[in-house]
């Protein structure tokens, strides 16, 4: 894997699609590969990931606070 930003196109901007399954198959794919390659975005995939994943925990009442 590779941590160097300046190679190649990265995913970030793919990766809230990505963790809500709402990319087209292709899509899917490339952002997949990409993150075995690159440990800068698939450090960003997990924060991403994350968030997501707590996002499950609030109640429509959390959201009005």
Known sequence: MTADPG???HVRQ???AYVLDALVAGETRSVAGHLRSCDRCAADYV???EAVSLLALLSEEDLLE
């Open 14 to 16: 793919l990766l809230g």
């Open 7 to 9: 190679e190649g196109p």
């Open 47 to 49: 924060e991403v990931a």
